[in-house]
């Protein structure tokens, strides 16, 4: 834990003591003092019908989402040893409900769930995908509501309804809740990206365009921190697709090459009576339902050019849903801050309870001494100020500035540029070497008082590093 | 040829837009009308970003006349209509006029050249130069009249302008989704300008559930109320087909039905002129009439201030009505009160000074001292009806003055119960002299005749008790000894009876004061009582008297008010008769537009 996060910690026990005679707040300080200790959750948040479900189960590697049977619950999916299921309810004690894994999909026994109103569920399941995080495919209501979606998670993948709808304009919207304030938690993941160019085969290379694009626009960037073209679909499809599936796209994809394209024309084409192979209609429906008519052309496309086997095939899936670039994304972005996010968000929340219900002004002056005394609040600050242009730096720094104060990865390698596999003295060398360098800026009297400013910050930064790296 | 009938609407329609000095709705119906004097059929394809409008639109006229792509979006409206040879013009804004109907100029191009200028980067910003983009190709359906409109995305500004000129909406939404909140919205925006609309529903290559996105988007515009024929096509293999030359392609795209439909709206402009104006113009007459409805109920300025006042007035009125009744209440209350603490108070003086009389004639004699006494009284009872008075005049002001702070609400003029009358009244007021000065009783005297007499009288006992004891010493009856008996019986005799002479002229005198000053007593309360009544009257005149005023002056005011209002309410009813003229005019005209066309009605036809 790191030392903001125990900081933050303490601050939490000391609320508490304060506000141990009101249930209520000391029920909410309890919960965000689990949640500090607990994994980064990050909320999939999109459009109905964008996908947020698929795209939770591509991520976590395995078709868990939606749960069969849970109707518009807001659903929590952590790593565990062994599948369980626990449901919270508004008015009685969380409950234990059986679950086990079924034909690759969760099962749950429902029958035992009386009372009041599940308020979520949380399922645990033995998947590396899903370490260090917890996914949470919101309530439709909740996700309607952007502050009560900033209370339930630390970090927001905003999907879009599809790859060109990215809109800094409905993307604004989000700048209403508290943990998007400045863009710093959220990742942008454009959605049903299979769909582009009307289902070409270049359809997710075009997507890709427009996330980078989206990426150079800078309106975009004190919105979310990434914008990744991401086909939760044909993601799922390249973790979940088994043999028999690979097989039978395999005899599709050697079926004569005119025939087959008139039949890959359309989606009613490929399951009409008239299709040239002799296979039962519910496969190709199920094949068609699995991939998506853009995921058939790419995976007989593959095919054909020789990923034949299981493996390849799949992992040729994965590479060009964008669901690597996501995960990506995800790491740097957000995990690799999980504990700055987790603190941000148990911050906000004893932030909020000051202003409704102030009891000690202690403790918010202790809050404000935490929130000033981060370092990593400061960068994070400064990063989106770089962003927005309220601090300028001459040109040639900037992107160096946006790098050590660890807008690119927070690791001493990611933030120095050098590869992760690095020399841990040359790194020392490279990092004392910055930190000379931006004394020598931040002394510099020919910057403004704001960019000299900045350059303390950096010069913070760098020593930072140099300290960390006396420590390990 | 005769003038159609929607033609007459229309014009009345402008008319009375001008008339009621609202070019705002007189300038699209007048665009109308120069739009319908062409004959032409404009179809208007809407629709949000990326959902195919632009394919769409290629398809229908089977070339590359938009700009399509992922990566771009179309700046401004492209009109498509009919020429015998291609061409095509861009019609730009003069850079600094801006881009919004500033003096444009119109620039001749290749057909080829649209696509790529009607194509920009999705995040271009200020490529509002272009206003519009007019292409004419050789199509058939083209020749028939009808003019193809493609446009930017639908929350691009001048959209609706465009839809304000459109005979049909072709509402474009991918079959990939339903139809969400957001088109839901679109539909019905349009749908108030244009009436005849079609939802097509693209990309069903790609989209295996189709049917079921086409059948909840029937659902949810049947929902909302619009009727709409839904079209599902495929872009894409439409214009795959003309290469495969494939009719099972060309069914399954969906353009048949479409292409169909559009030839119906070419072949029946008359129906589709009629309906598309009485859109129009019902939405520029609720426009008039709403204003109209609601100035209607607005009242005359001055009369609402006039009413409040009134009614302030009344409430004023009733008040001022509670506190002078209270005000009298409290004066009589006062008074009696007034009345009671005088009389004990005068009580209690004159008794004190009778008790001091009691004392006075314990000791003294009356026969000489009655002089002084009667001085005595005569002050003290001045005295004591004095200080009566002053009290009584202090309770006066004091009342008075009570009754004055109750009225400083009322701003009342004052001069009311000051004290000069009433100096007036109490200088008259002499009580003392009313009663008169003590008279001096009659007193019995004691005179030295009746005092020898006495003596006597007393000196016979003595002499006979003496000179009898003394005869049995053998001395006379007549004897020294009986003769100094005699003369001490006499004395005793007589200064008993001077004695008790004196108690008897001490009584007389003490009932003679006790007369007096009861007498007084009954005088002083009585010109006490009548001033405390003539004190009372003139306060209660005083009271009633500022009342009156007061009630006047808000009568006053009340009858000012409700003259302003009357005016006013007879204002309000010329123009409430004015205003339902002018609606009763546009409900004329209205029911003309309704006479125009039926509503119309979705098919609800699905392709085989």
Request: hydrophobic share 45%; glycine share 6%.
């Amino acid at each position: 834990m790191s030392e903001l996060l125990s900081r933050v910690g303490a601050l939490l026990a000391r609320a508490t003591e304060v506000y141990r005679h009101d249930p209520r707040a000391a029920g909410w300080l309890g919960r965000h003092t689990a949640a500090l200790a607990g994994p980064l959750r990050i909320a999939v948040v999109g459009p109905p019908g964008a996908g947020a479900s698929t795209l939770i189960s591509a991520l976590v590697g395995e078709a868990v989402a939606p749960l069969p049977d849970c109707p518009m619950w807001t659903t929590w999916y952590v790593a565990g040893s062994t599948p369980s299921a626990t449901a919270h309810l508004a008015d009685s004690p969380p409950r234990r409900l059986p679950a086990e894994r079924r034909v690759g999909r969760p099962w749950l026994d429902l029958s035992g769930l009386t009372g009041g109103p599940v308020e979520k569920l949380t399922l645990e399941w033995p998947v590396r995908g899903l370490r260090g995080m917890a996914l949470i495919d919101l309530a439709p209501d909740v996700a309607a509501d952007p502050r009560r979606a900033a209370a339930e998670a630390d970090a927001v993948i905003h999907l879009t309804a599809g790859p060109t709808a990215a809109d800094p304009r409905t993307l604004r919207a989000l700048g209403d809740s508290p943990i998007a304030a400045t863009g710093l938690s959220t990742v942008v993941a454009l959605g049903r990206a299979d769909e582009a160019g009307g289902g070409r085969i270049d359809a997710l290379t075009v997507a890709k365009q427009l996330a980078r694009q989206h990426r150079r626009d800078p309106r975009m960037w004190t919105l979310c921190q990434d914008v990744v073209a991401v086909s939760g679909l044909l993601g799922l499809a390249g973790r979940t697709l088994s043999e028999d599936e690979v097989a039978a796209l395999g005899a599709i994809a050697l079926a004569p090459r005119a025939e087959l394209d008139v039949h890959l024309l359309s989606a009613d084409r490929f399951t009409a009576a008239d299709f040239p192979l002799q296979q039962p209609v519910r496969l190709r429906r199920l094949l068609l339902d699995r991939l998506g008519l853009f995921g058939l052309r790419l995976c007989t496309t593959l095919i054909r050019q020789g990923f034949t086997s299981h493996a390849a095939l799949c992992a040729q899936l994965v590479a060009r849903s964008g669901l690597v670039e996501l995960r990506d994304a995800i790491t740097r972005s957000l995990t690799d801050r999980a504990d700055v996010l987790r603190a941000r968000t148990a911050l906000h929340a004893l932030h909020a309870l000051l202003r409704n219900e102030p009891a000690d002004p202690g403790l918010a002056a202790e809050l404000d001494r935490v929130v000033a005394g981060a370092h990593e609040f400061t960068e994070l600050r400064l990063l989106a100020a770089l962003h927005t242009g309220q601090v300028e730096l001459p040109d040639e720094i900037t992107e160096e500035a946006h790098r050590l104060l660890g807008g690119a990865g927070s690791t001493t390698a990611e933030r120095l540029g050098l590869p992760d596999d690095t020399d841990p003295a040359e790194l020392r060398a490279v990092a004392a070497g910055q930190l000379r360098r931006w004394q020598w800026f931040a002394a510099d009297d020919e910057w403004t008082n704001s960019s000299r400013r900045a350059a303390d910050v950096v010069v913070r930064s760098c020593s930072t590093l140099l300290a960390a790296d006396v420590r390990w | 040829m005769t003038v159609p009938r929607w033609l007459d609407v229309l014009d009345a329609t402008i008319g009375v837009c001008s008339t009621h000095r609202r070019p705002d709705l007189a300038a699209p119906l007048e665009r109308k009308r120069a739009a319908l004097a062409e004959r032409t059929v404009r179809v208007v394809v809407v629709g949000q970003q990326n959902q195919g409008k632009s394919q769409l639109v290629n398809a229908l006229v089977e070339a590359k006349v938009c700009g399509v792509g992922d990566h771009v979006t179309t700046p401004a409206p492209v009109v498509i209509g009919h020429a015998s040879t291609p061409t095509a013009a861009l019609v730009q804004a003069e850079p600094d006029r801006g881009p919004r109907r500033g003096p444009s100029r119109r620039r001749r191009v290749g057909v080829e050249d649209v696509a790529n200028r009607t194509s920009v980067g999705l995040n271009a910003v200020g490529a509002g130069e272009l206003v519009q983009a007019e292409v004419g190709i050789p199509r058939p359906l083209l020749a028939e009249g009808l003019v193809l409109v493609d446009t930017p995305a639908a929350d691009h500004a001048r959209v609706l302008d465009v839809v304000a000129e459109a005979d049909a909406v072709l509402l474009v939404s991918a079959a990939t989704h339903e139809l969400s909140t957001a088109e839901l919205e679109i539909v019905e925006r349009v749908h108030r300008l244009c009436p005849t609309i079609a939802l097509v529903l693209t990309k069903i290559d790609i989209a295996p559930r189709w049917r079921r996105v086409a059948d909840r988007n029937r659902a949810r515009l049947a929902a909302a109320g619009i009727a709409a024929d839904v079209f599902p096509v495929s872009a894409t293999l439409r214009l795959t087909a003309p290469g495969a030359r494939d009719q099972a392609l060309a069914t399954e795209s969906g353009f048949g039905d479409l292409t169909a439909y559009l030839w119906e709206l070419a072949a029946r402009p008359e129906a589709l002129v009629a309906r598309s104006v009485r859109a129009m113009a019902t939405a520029a007459l609720d426009q008039l009439a709403d204003p109209l409805r609601r100035s209607a109920v607005v009242p005359v300025a001055g009369t609402a201030d006039a009413i409040a006042r009134w009614h302030a007035a009344q409430q004023r009125l009733e008040l001022l009505r509670r506190d002078a009744v209270s005000w009298q209440t409290t004066l009589t209350d006062d008074i009696t009160d007034l009345m009671a603490d005088i009389e004990f108070d005068l009580r209690d003086r004159t008794r004190r000074i009778l008790r001091e009389v009691d004392r006075y004639f314990d000791g003294a004699d009356p026969q000489q001292d009655w002089p002084d006494f009667a001085d005595w009284l005569d002050s003290k009872l001045s005295e004591a009806a004095g200080t009566n008075l002053d009290w009584l005049m202090d309770r006066f002001d004091w009342i008075g003055g009570r009754i004055r702070r109750d009225r400083l609400a009322y701003e009342a003029p004052a001069a009311l119960t000051d004290g000069e009358g009433l100096r007036a009244i109490a200088d008259r007021f002499a009580p003392v002299e009313a009663t008169g000065y003590p008279e001096r009783p009659t007193m019995e005297r004691f005179t030295p005749s009746q005092k020898l007499f006495v003596g006597l009288r007393g000196s016979y006992g003595g002499i006979l008790m003496f000179g009898l004891a003394t005869s049995l010493a053998g001395w006379p009856l007549i004897n020294a000894v009986s003769l100094g008996a005699g003369a001490l019986f006499a004395a005793k005799t007589v200064h008993d009876e001077s004695g008790a002479r004196l108690r008897r002229r001490q009584a007389t005198a003490k009932a003679a004061a006790q007369r007096h000053v009861d007498d007084f007593f009954l005088s002083v309360s009585k010109e006490t009582k009548d001033l405390v009544r003539r004190w009372h009257r003139s306060a209660r005149d005083q009271i009633e008297h500022t009342a009156t005023h007061l009630r006047d002056g808000i009568v006053a005011d009340a009858a000012s008010a409700k003259q302003v209002v009357d005016e006013g309410a007879a204002e309000q009813q010329q123009r409430t008769a004015r205003i339902s003229a002018q609606l009763e005019q546009l409900a004329r005209i209205q029911s003309a537009v309704a006479a125009l066309a039926p509503s119309p009605a979705a098919r609800h036809r699905l392709p085989a």
